[in-house]
């Protein structure tokens, strides 16, 4: 398995597998692995012959005062992991690779409504930087299938949305969320939280099974629900930035007649901001 760092080796990579006949999977990352993204690495061996993992702490998708210096930058222990999960070959370009020009006057993909609200909300020009980061990627590495895992529910809707406004030629795949143990849904921020907070951190994923069960019992004054599920996340030392019940396909709010719901949760516990969902559908 090789590591590449420059957008001419691997393209003089991929076509030699491509001249093999071989189907090409793509799993975009910001490193830091852990066995949420060694499940995507996996999906895409099931379905592809030839799986790129990319590692790009991508700075045009972090807004000033986020995260961006202090992301966790792991690449020997992210080959290791890639080694063992069979993926074949690594792209790890840095900022100057992949925006030879700077960020400021480039190219900008922007999808809007399924952008806007939730973590677009928070985030100011979040999904665009995904978008035009991905469509990047999606570019150089012109796989048959990539894969994204769905604890970013908005953020894969907004790269579908994308992919089938542009006609890019490649499937898209979500694959569901890895919990811990208690519940916890891996991401690589969760290394931000102290041994207190982790003890804490599972209340989120256990308050949105708490309002998905009670809708399914009946419950149909969601704002009543969504307010005390809110209280509760308090309680516990969770600050909700939001929690939001939408229509799972368009991420619009909910009517009276959504039967195919997600409720969504960004919370910060501590300094460290979680997100998390969960798709249930109503009879
Ligand atoms: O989900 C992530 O890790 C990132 O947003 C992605 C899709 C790799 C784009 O930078």
């Known amino acids: 398995m090789n590591t590449l760092h420059s957008i001419a080796q691997l393209r003089a990579a991929l076509s030699r597998a491509r001249q093999d006949g071989k189907r090409i999977g793509l799993v975009p ?13 996996e999906k895409a061996r099931q379905r592809t012959d030839f799986v790129v993992v990319s590692i790009f702490v ?17 690449l020997e222990a992210d080959q290791r992991k890639l080694l063992d999960a069979g993926a ?17 006057g480039h190219t900008r993909i922007s999808v809007p409504v399924v952008s806007e609200g939730l973590c677009g909300a928070s985030r100011p020009g979040h999904f665009e930087g995904v978008a035009t980061v991905v469509s990047k990627l999606l570019n150089i590495v012109q796989p ?10 908005q953020q894969l809707a907004v790269i ?28 690589s921020r969760n290394g931000y939280l102290s041994e207190a907070e982790r003890q804490t951190a599972p209340v989120l994923y256990k308050t949105l099974q708490s309002i998905a069960s009670e809708i399914q019992s009946g419950q149909r004054d969601y704002a009543a629900l969504i307010e005390r599920a809110r209280q509760q996340l308090e309680i516990a030392g969770l600050r909700a930035d939001y929690l939001d019940l939408r229509d799972a396909t368009s991420l619009h709010p909910v009517t009276a007649n959504t039967t195919d719901m997600v409720v969504l949760a960004a919370a910060y516990l501590g300094k460290t901001r979680l997100i998390d969902n969960l798709h249930f559908v109503i009879n």
């Open 88 to 104: 074949h070959l690594v792209f790890a370009p840095n900022v100057n690779e992949m925006y030879p020009h700077g960020m400021q």
């Open 160 to 187: 579908r949305k994308m992919a089938q406004d542009l006609c890019l030629p490649v499937q898209i795949m979500g694959e569901p969320t890895v919990r811990a143990e208690d519940g916890l849904a891996l991401s």
């Open 144 to 153: 048959d299938l990539a894969v994204f895992g769905q604890k970013d529910f």
């Open 58 to 74: 991508n700075p045009l998708q972090f807004a000033a005062g986020e995260d961006l210096d202090s992301y966790p930058r792991t």
């Open 29 to 41: 990352t910001m490193g830091n692995l852990h066995a949420g993204h060694i499940a995507l690495v």
